[in-house]
């Protein structure tokens, strides 16, 4: 079965850096195109990063620009964000998708992640 | 990178028909065959429910489908149910791994 599990969210304090990673399992992972998707609370889904099945390519929205840093670990089946300078409205529900662009894709079922002094 | 435009709410009773528009640019709808619409609970995942705009996934009841003219993608649900009741977004690839949602629109069944 094609399984994506986050985790890592946490409540931290704005400026303070964090790192989601996301586990996954029952295909190549090598193979596909992951992303992270955002949802703040009261707020819309937002993309936020992609990467390349290589890791070599990777896209970000304008907001977290310079402050996250998506990855991967092909050798582990693990995708990371690295989130840096969080703000508060980083707020959200974190997930990670797999080949979004096509039918195929799979969600994780999220991890929160909550930026507040 | 500004989120394609949905209507805030839309509502109807049981057994009627519901259409949720997603407008966006020549950069993202306007220019792309994959348009997908999910079904959204806060705290799960994001179901699809149409993708490559007018397809269906197997499980989708047949009564949601997808369309596209110009600048403007749409979700209709036809015979809304109770179970319909929801978040729906839109989403539409907009190159180089880059994706764009919509604003999201609150479906109430009355």
């Known amino acids: 079965e094609v399984q994506l599990e986050e985790s890592g969210g946490d409540l931290v304090q704005p400026g303070e850096s964090l790192r989601l990673s996301c586990e996954a399992s029952?295909?190549?992972?090598?193979?596909?195109?992951m992303t992270w998707v955002r949802r703040p609370p009261g707020k819309g889904l937002e993309w936020v990063s992609s990467?390349?099945?290589?890791?070599?390519?990777?896209y970000y929205t304008d907001s977290v620009k310079g402050r996250f840093t998506i990855s991967r670990d092909n050798s582990r089946n693990t995708l990371y964000l690295q989130m840096n300078s969080l703000r508060v409205e980083d707020t959200a529900v974190y997930y990670c998708?797999?080949?979004?662009?096509?039918?195929?894709?799979?969600w994780g079922q999220g991890t929160p992640v909550t930026v507040s002094s | 990178q500004s989120a394609l435009t949905q209507p805030r709410s839309v509502s109807g009773s049981p057994g009627q028909s519901v259409t949720i528009s997603c407008t966006g640019t020549?950069?993202?709808?306007?220019?792309?065959?994959?348009v997908s619409w999910y079904q959204h609970h806060p705290g799960k995942a994001p179901k699809l429910m149409i993708y490559?705009?007018?397809k269906r996934p197997s499980g989708v009841p047949d009564r949601f489908s997808g369309s596209k003219s110009g600048y403007t993608a749409s979700l209709i649900i036809s015979g809304l149910q109770s179970e319909d009741e929801a978040d729906y977004y839109c989403?539409?690839?907009?190159?180089?791994?880059?994706?764009?949602f919509g604003s999201g629109t609150k479906v109430t069944v009355l």
């Open positions: 490559d705009v007018i």
């Open positions: 020549s950069s993202d709808v306007g220019g792309s065959n994959y």
């Open positions: 990467i390349g099945g290589a890791g070599g390519t990777s």
């Open positions: 989403c539409s690839y907009a190159g180089n791994y880059r994706y764009v």
């Open positions: 029952g295909f190549t992972f090598s193979s596909y195109v």
């Open positions: 998708a797999k080949d979004l662009r096509f039918l195929s894709q799979v």
